[in-house]
């Protein structure tokens, strides 16, 4: 479900006066004028429609994918970075600014205040712009979370872009995947909280190319930390284990953030 659109509009040169009637059929939208050509550029400010941003992200991500195991000639690599600049160049005047959170792209004062209810007990509809769940990013390796309302589990093949040590997955990678797998499961049992630490044991290296068994648990609480644990297993290896002290702030989290970031906290 969307977040109410905020109306405006925003003129980038003084030299165009947007009509009342020019913008019909969004609710809010930002007019830019490009000088080279001389035509107006209209941004949606509501969030993208999500089956074509999807597409989209799984369609770069397996670019990513090609192109880091690419053995391509240097004409086709000249052709790719050509056609990939262009769709940079499309896309750049409808770049969103911020500030940014996993759960929607544009905040809404629902946001702000910590008002929204959870809605959903699917991982990759809470986080759909997660850095490792999520399906509208595309640096994510798109693990498959699924939480059975009281666990997390989850199996994945990590492919080449992810690759630290020979034939295996990177270390940051691992710390990555356990703080989402740990987290998620926190936010999804309605106590999330930021990670104050996140201890990784490495025990044995984790394949790429193979299907990675993981799995979260909620071991205690102490007060407002939540000690979480987390295994990844490749067949019956025990490949990583993890434990992380995640800390519920005494307001919403979105709310502490950001007044971490402007100095009130």
Known sequence: MRPPSRERV????????PA??????????????????HERTIVSEEEPDFEALQGAVASVRHLTA???KTRAPKALLNDVERQVAALNERLAPYDYEGPYQQRRLVLSDADMAGSHSRDTDDPAEFFPYSPVIGPLNPIAPAVSF???????????VFDAPYNGPPTAVHGGVIALVFDELLGTLGALRDIGGFTGTLTVR???LTPIGQAIRMRSWIDRREGRKYFI??????GDRLCAEAE?????????MLEHA????????
């Open 20 to 37: 009342s009637s020019g913008f019909s059929g969004l609710a809010s939208c930002v007019a830019a004028w490009d000088s080279p050509r």
């Open 258 to 265: 950001m007044a971490s970031q402007s100095g009130d906290s």
């Open 244 to 252: 992380g002290i995640f800390i519920r702030p005494k307001v919403s």
């Open 202 to 204: 490495y025990l044995a």
């Open 10 to 17: 925003i003129v980038l040169d003084p030299r165009i006066r």
């Open 66 to 68: 090609h192109l880091r």
């Open 146 to 156: 699924n939480f059975d309302g009281e666990e997390m589990n989850a199996e994945h």
């Open 229 to 234: 644990k987390g295994t990844m297993h490749n």
